[in-house]
């Protein structure tokens, strides 16, 4: 009986206490992965580890694991500040010089934006199969509207492979959704799901040029 007891006791702490554990292991494990990463893959083709678009895919999947809306909106934030903070010694350690610290506040700056919001959509995927299809555009939106940053707003020739790739992975995507929309229950699904993907698009289009901007005046 005393072990039952102690068992239950310790549920909650237990049930508290692992998604604090998967935030911090995943913003830990973004920020370290991606900058091996950008030492592993062909030239041009690193921007799709190191994209604020990848970046928010992963708190979207951290969101979809998470256990409540309350965690995977904080969960998101949190993640992907860490992410910043530790990308930024992960080239300290890997690369062996100092990094400027500006770049980790304009990052932490854009994660505590776009954290929450990938956090809860990621969480909604998972426990609201209503709003499956509408949410996952979300996710071809932001796709598009990287994927033409990357091919014509950069002015380097050598990523648009990578924006042409993000940008035929979102068409797939969003044919995936409106189809799935069309059988949807959730009223006027479709024209959600339309409305969803343009508008992620123009505001993730909007949000590279702004933090490129940032970088160029910093």
Same mark, same amino acid.
């Given at each position: 009986?005393?072990?039952?007891?102690?068992?239950?006791?310790?549920?909650?702490?237990?049930?508290?206490?692992?998604?604090?554990?998967?935030?911090?292991?995943?913003?830990?494990?973004?920020?370290?992965?991606?900058?091996?990463?950008?030492?592993?893959?062909?030239?041009?083709?690193?921007? =799709?580890?190191?994209?604020?678009?990848?970046?928010?895919?992963?708190?979207?999947?951290?969101?979809?694991? =998470?256990?409540?809306?309350?965690?995977?909106?904080?969960?998101?934030?949190?993640?992907?500040?860490?992410?910043?903070?530790?990308?930024?010694?992960?080239?300290?350690?890997?690369?062996?010089?100092?990094?400027?610290?500006?770049?980790?506040?304009?990052?932490?700056?854009?994660?505590?934006?776009?954290?929450?919001?990938?956090?809860?959509?990621?969480?909604?995927?998972?426990?609201?199969?209503?709003?499956?299809?509408?949410?996952?555009? =979300?996710?071809?939106?932001?796709?598009?509207?990287?994927?033409?940053? =990357?091919?014509?707003?950069?002015?380097?020739?050598?990523?648009?492979?990578?924006?042409?790739?993000?940008?035929?992975?979102?068409?797939?995507?969003?044919?995936?959704?409106?189809?799935?929309?069309?059988?949807?229950?959730?009223?006027?699904?479709?024209?959600?799901?339309?409305?969803?993907?343009?508008?992620?698009?123009?505001?993730?289009?909007?949000?590279?040029?702004?933090?490129?901007?940032?970088?160029?005046?910093?």
């Amino acid at each position: 009986m005393s072990a039952l007891v102690a068992e239950r006791t310790a549920s909650p702490q237990t049930t508290a206490r692992w998604p604090a554990v998967a935030i911090v292991a995943s913003g830990l494990a973004v920020g370290i992965v991606t900058q091996i990463l950008q030492g592993v893959l062909p030239d041009g083709w690193g921007v =799709l580890a190191n994209s604020g678009v990848m970046w928010a895919l992963m708190a979207f999947a951290l969101g979809a694991a =998470l256990p409540t809306p309350r965690w995977a909106t904080a969960g998101g934030a949190v993640q992907l500040v860490i992410a910043s903070i530790v990308y930024y010694i992960a080239v300290d350690w890997f690369e062996g010089h100092s990094s400027d610290p500006r770049g980790a506040i304009i990052w932490s700056a854009a994660g505590i934006v776009a954290g929450p919001v990938f956090g809860l959509a990621g969480h909604w995927f998972t426990h609201r199969a209503a709003w499956r299809y509408s949410v996952l555009t =979300l996710v071809a939106g932001v796709l598009v509207g990287e994927g033409i940053h =990357l091919i014509w707003f950069v002015g380097n020739p050598d990523l648009r492979p990578a924006g042409i790739t993000e940008l035929i992975l979102a068409v797939s995507i969003a044919s995936i959704c409106l189809a799935g929309s069309l059988r949807s229950t959730l009223h006027r699904a479709p024209a959600i799901t339309a409305g969803v993907t343009v508008a992620a698009a123009v505001i993730t289009l909007a949000a590279g040029s702004i933090i490129d901007a940032v970088f160029a005046a910093s």
